[in-house]
């Protein structure tokens, strides 16, 4: 979103005294990081950031910024849950964080992210193949002749992972015709690059 929808958003926040839940999962890995929503309202949202995406797979590990007002809610939301965090987690997290170690693994990951987006432009077309430039995922959006779960069978069979857009409909709204590819879960670059050919030389099978 544009600092202007954010803006808008917290403004109807404030006017009308709603609360934000705001996902932060992807913010720091953007290309360019944007203002929060919570930057301009931050006694009405709720801010949730998690490291699984930032940082490491394995951090399981998720900060809430909460206004004070909302504090007990959240509390006692969390313990009804029964949700807890590994101390060893939080405590890896926290030597991360205070040196400022956090920034240059964030930076490290953009720039791996980046190469990798790289890498599927030069073998998918730009065009059909929406993402961002340190995202990591991207929306393929396939031929007429496929549909998003045919694809994504001939691609399993094939020994590459993709997601139909069938997966991420909600109620009754028609799925995108396309798939969703996650370049950053391939271990290496060479594995990644693999599999785009097998994905190429699928689109171009008809």
Same mark, same amino acid.
């Given at each position: 979103? /544009?600092?202007?929808?954010?803006?808008?958003?917290?403004?109807?926040?404030?006017?009308?005294?709603?609360?934000?839940?705001?996902?932060?999962?992807?913010?720091?890995?953007?290309?360019?990081? #944007?203002?929060?929503?919570?930057?301009?309202?931050?006694?009405?949202?709720?801010?949730?950031? @998690? &490291? /699984?995406? @930032?940082?490491?797979? $394995?951090?399981?590990?998720?900060?809430?910024?909460?206004?004070?007002?909302? &504090?007990?809610?959240?509390?006692?939301?969390?313990?009804?849950?029964?949700?807890?965090?590994?101390?060893?987690?939080?405590? #890896?997290?926290?030597?991360?964080?205070?040196?400022?170690?956090?920034?240059?693994?964030?930076?490290?990951?953009?720039?791996?992210?980046?190469?990798?987006? *790289?890498?599927?432009?030069?073998? #998918?077309?730009?065009?059909? %193949?929406?993402?961002?430039?340190? $995202?990591?995922?991207?929306?393929?959006?396939?031929?007429?002749?496929?549909?998003?779960? *045919?694809?994504? *069978?001939?691609?399993?069979?094939?020994?590459?992972?993709?997601? /139909?857009?069938?997966?991420?409909?909600?109620?009754?709204?028609?799925?995108?015709?396309?798939?969703?590819?996650?370049? %950053?879960?391939?271990?290496?670059?060479?594995?990644?690059?693999?599999? #785009?050919?097998?994905?190429?030389?699928?689109?171009?099978?008809?």
């Amino acid at each position: 979103m /544009s600092v202007e929808i954010r803006k808008a958003i917290a403004e109807i926040a404030i006017k009308y005294n709603l609360f934000i839940i705001e996902d932060g999962t992807y913010h720091l890995i953007q290309e360019k990081v #944007l203002p929060a929503v919570a930057t301009y309202a931050p006694e009405h949202t709720i801010y949730i950031a @998690s &490291l /699984s995406k @930032s940082m490491a797979t $394995g951090l399981r590990l998720a900060y809430v910024a909460v206004p004070f007002k909302f &504090l007990d809610s959240i509390r006692k939301a969390l313990y009804n849950l029964n949700i807890s965090v590994s101390p060893l987690l939080a405590e #890896l997290t926290a030597r991360i964080i205070v040196p400022n170690q956090f920034e240059n693994i964030v930076a490290l990951h953009k720039e791996e992210t980046k190469a990798r987006n *790289q890498l599927v432009n030069h073998y #998918l077309v730009k065009e059909n %193949c929406l993402g961002e430039a340190t $995202g990591i995922f991207r929306w393929l959006h396939l031929p007429n002749h496929y549909t998003g779960d *045919q694809f994504e *069978q001939i691609a399993a069979a094939q020994g590459v992972q993709v997601y /139909s857009g069938g997966r991420f409909a909600v109620g009754n709204v028609a799925p995108a015709n396309a798939v969703r590819l996650g370049i %950053c879960a391939p271990e290496s670059r060479e594995e990644l690059e693999k599999a #785009l050919i097998i994905l190429r030389k699928i689109i171009e099978m008809f």
